[in-house]
């Protein structure tokens, strides 16, 4: 599975962006996706996950109710909208995939900056 991230950005606060992540390869085996993200001097984080076939999401305590996780599967594409941003958002967004239930695949990261 290979993954292609788009989006990301500068900001001010308050504002929105949207990412996605375009998969592509052995799509029929994905088993989750999700949304990492890494700020300087910091380590890689959960943002949020979403499991194929049942949708369930889960979210960082840090982003609930602000961001969404979303997946359009005739696309192959899973986005992330983010909403009411805040300078600690700034950081590099990953996109992430899980399949046939033992690989891992990583897109190329996108700077999200959010200005105060």
């Known amino acids: 599975v290979q993954l292609v991230v788009s989006g990301g950005g500068l900001v001010q606060a308050g504002g929105s962006l949207r990412l996605s992540c375009a998969a592509s390869?052995?799509?029929?085996?994905?088993?989750?996706m999700g949304w990492y993200r890494q700020a300087p001097g910091k380590q890689r984080e959960l943002v949020a996950t979403?499991?194929?076939?049942?949708?369930?999401?889960n979210y960082a305590d840090s982003v609930r109710g602000r961001f969404t996780i979303s997946k359009d599967n005739f696309k192959n594409t899973m986005y992330l909208q983010m909403n009411s941003l805040k300078p600690e958002d700034t950081a590099v967004y990953y996109c992430?995939?899980?399949?046939?239930?033992?690989?891992?695949?990583w897109g190329q990261g996108t700077q999200v900056t959010v200005s105060s």
């Open positions: 992430n995939a899980q399949w046939s239930s033992k690989y891992e695949s």
């Open positions: 390869g052995s799509t029929f085996s994905i088993n989750a």
């Open positions: 979403i499991r194929s076939g049942s949708g369930r999401t």
